[in-house]
């Protein structure tokens, strides 16, 4: 997890790694971006498709990790445990 505060001090910033079931084509990978850019305060999203991995950079003053699985549940795709190397 990294954090960091913008010049104002107004908002953090926080990446997490998202572990993700389900995606099995590259319209799976466009459908998991869509969905979590969707989510208020998400500035960046990265989906790996062959590592079922999704690193999220988000606000935490105007997002957390519940709204970014429900998110991913919505557009039916399972949130799950960081695949381990």
């Known amino acids: 997890m990294n954090e960091r505060e913008n010049i104002a001090g107004t908002s953090t910033l926080e ?3 998202i572990g993700i079931d389900g995606m099995t084509c590259d319209n799976c990978v466009l459908r998991v971006e869509k969905a979590l850019r969707g989510v208020n305060g998400v500035t960046e999203v990265r989906v790996n ?3 079922a991995l999704a ?3 988000f606000d935490t003053t105007k997002t957390h990790i519940p709204q970014l699985h429900d998110a991913l549940l919505k557009s039916g795709y399972r949130p ?3 695949p381990v190397d």
């Open 15 to 17: 990446t997490h790694d």
């Open 49 to 51: 498709r062959p590592a």
């Open 55 to 57: 690193t999220v950079t």
């Open 80 to 82: 799950s445990a960081r």
